[in-house]
């Protein structure tokens, strides 16, 4: 008997921009008629890869185009690629909450889904009616949600609450019973999106645990979408990179990890193009900007130190404005988490402001680094957060190569003293 669990086989994903539905109604004209002679979709050859950053010249684009891979039972397979790939999308079709355009999907077990925090519960529903309410959406019988209840309750953390409606949880006590959920009523296969990211390091510790705990004891099937690259490394067993909806390398999580970092999946410059409205942003934040230089000479390397600036758009007035820079490691261990202040109340107006920040020479190891991007008010309430605004890499120009670096994060040059405290005129060895 096969052991695949999951089959993907030439799946794409169209989405129509701008208006809700399939168009006009010559299109759907168009369609009834191709089906009746059994041609393809007229509309299925039109469309562009979903390119966020680019101004499209068609109404269609690809979130996803021609997707094929194979999931065996018990593997952990890891989606990575940048914010706009598909990762979302491709676990929402698997999930059967939203139908492919083409292609075919081939499945084998229960599928427990946490894509978004608190899918499924009800929030006027207590912890407890939510437990009950999930596991029969999952195909449970009350008998066996009742078995797993306790151990559901206590790997969640949230026992004194559980009767509690959960419109009253806090994100994370969202995220801890749905993972709970999820992971304890014993799907065959468990997709899991970012939502890991709003616990606790504990929780996400013990989430991790879990994930390998079901795949290599309980032989299930774990699909697991993170920007964490070291939680990838951690947990997975084989991994898929996308880019603008399509599947650039498949291979081991160490192979995929490498690929995605090594490749020009951050950018060292964003600049946006078009009206102020259309930036990434809010109604408080517009980013215009990005970018990461030397600070000396050509290239960013060990000895050049680094130059980075942002520009921005800020739509709010009368306010404490500060712009926090966030520096991760590829294995996302935090170099610094650095804010400034960028106007006083009584300065704080419409306007565009430009930061620069250098740091200096001998500070950074060889190795590949992402920028976080975090704009608050006061340094206490969040305007607007983007994160992976750019990656870039860190050259060792004294080994030419990045593959045999020190270990450590940062490299600094250190000046060493060294002397003779005592001279030993014998030297006695029994």
Known sequence: MSSVAIRVEELSKQYRLGEIGTGTLSHDLNRWWARLRGKEDPFATIGEVNDRTAKGASDYVWSLRDINFEVQQGEVLGIIGRNGAGKSTLLKILSKITAPTTGRIKLRGRIASLLEVGTGFHPELTGRENVYLNGAILGMSRQEI????????????????IDTPVKRYSSGMYVRLAFAVAAFLEPEILIVDEVLAVGDAEFQK????????????????????????????QMCTQGLVLRQGQVVFSGTEKTAVNFYQSTNEGNTRFEHVGSLESAPGNDNIRLLKFEVSAAHGDEIAISSGVRFEVVF??????????????LTSADEV??????VMVTAMSDSQRAIY??????????LNAGVYRFKLIFGENQRYALYKQEDVCQFEVLNESMGSNNSVLPG????????????????RQVVIS
């Not at 935090?334 to 804010?339: L, N, Q, R």
């Not at 920040?357 to 500070?363: A, F, H, M, Q, Y």
């Not at 490299?411 to 030993?424: A, F, K, L, N, S």
């Open 334 to 339: 935090t170099v610094f988490h650095h804010g």
């Open 313 to 326: 758009l800020n739509q709010k007035t009368n306010i404490n404005l500060d712009v926090t820079f966030e």
């Open 409 to 424: 994060v940062i490299r600094p040059t250190i000046d060493y003293q060294v002397q003779v405290v005592e001279r030993v």
């Open 146 to 161: 009742t078995r797993k209840f306790d151990e559901i309750v206590d790997f969640s953390g949230v026992e004194r609450y």
């Open 354 to 363: 430009a930061v620069v920040g250098t740091l200096p020479p001998n500070l």
């Open 206 to 233: 013990k989430c991790i645990g879990r994930m390998k705990d079901v795949s290599v004891n309980d032989g299930r099937t774990v699909l697991f979408v993170s920007h964490n690259m070291a939680a990838v490394k």
